[in-house]
Structure formats: structure tokens, C-alpha cells
Nanobody
Framework: VQLQASGGGLVQAGGSLRLSCAAS????????WGWFRQAPGKDREFVAG????????YYRDSVKGRFTISRVNAENTVYLQMNSLKPEDTAVYYC????????????WGQGTLVTVSS
């Protein structure tokens, strides 16, 4: 299985970006998805997650109300819509997938850089 993340770039504070992550190699319809990020000099942190059914989503507090995670199982793709971006959102964003309810993420994308200028 390979995850390919895309959509990162440079945006001004207050702007928006939409990240995509497409899976290839197998269908991940029974997998939970997550987005993580790692800023320079910091540990990787969880950003958002979505259950395999798409009915349950969860977010870290700092992005609630600004970010929206969604998935299209038929496309084997997960999205992260990021609005009202802040400079502190600057990081490399990674998508990941795990078989539903398992504690660890099995598959990781290569990361896409998001830079928010003030």
C-alpha cells in the first residue's frame, strides 16, 4: 500500500488549502485515516482523524472549527480542508491509515509541506 499526499504550499495567514491523500495498492475502506503534522524542531502531532465509515471525525483542539477531514471510499482518498490558516499551522503534513480500531497506523504518506506566512 502506498499513500500519496498532495496539496501543500505557501499561503498567507487567513487563507485556505486542501490536502489530499490517495491510497494505491489496496482498498482501504475498512481503515481509519489520520492527518498528522510535524513542525521544524517539534514532535509529530495528531491533527485530525476519521473512522472507516466516515461518520466519526476528531480533531486536535487547535484546529477545531478550521479544519475538516473527509473521505471518499470509492476513490480511496482522504482530504483535509484547512481554513483560516495561521502561521503556527506551518508544518509537514502526513496522512496515515490503520485498520479500524487498531492502535497503530500501518501506512504513512510521504508528507506535504504547508507554509503559512504572517
Amino acid at each position: 500500500v502506498q499513500l500519496q499526499a498532495s496539496g501543500g504550499g505557501l499561503v498567507q495567514a487567513g487563507g485556505s488549502l486542501r490536502l489530499s491523500c490517495a491510497a494505491s495498492g489496496r482498498t482501504l475502506s475498512n481503515y481509519d485515516w489520520g492527518w498528522f503534522r510535524q513542525a521544524p524542531g517539534k514532535d509529530r502531532e495528531f491533527v485530525a482523524g476519521i473512522r472507516w465509515s466516515g461518520g466519526t471525525t476528531y480533531y486536535r483542539d487547535s484546529v477545531k472549527g478550521r479544519f475538516t477531514i473527509s473521505r471518499v471510499n470509492a476513490e480511496n482518498t482522504v482530504y483535509l480542508q484547512m481554513n483560516s490558516l495561521k502561521p503556527e499551522d506551518t508544518a509537514v503534513y502526513y496522512c496515515a491509515a490503520r485498520y479500524t480500531d487498531q492502535p497503530e497506523y500501518d501506512y504513512w504518506g510521504q508528507g506535504t509541506l504547508v507554509t503559512v506566512s504572517s
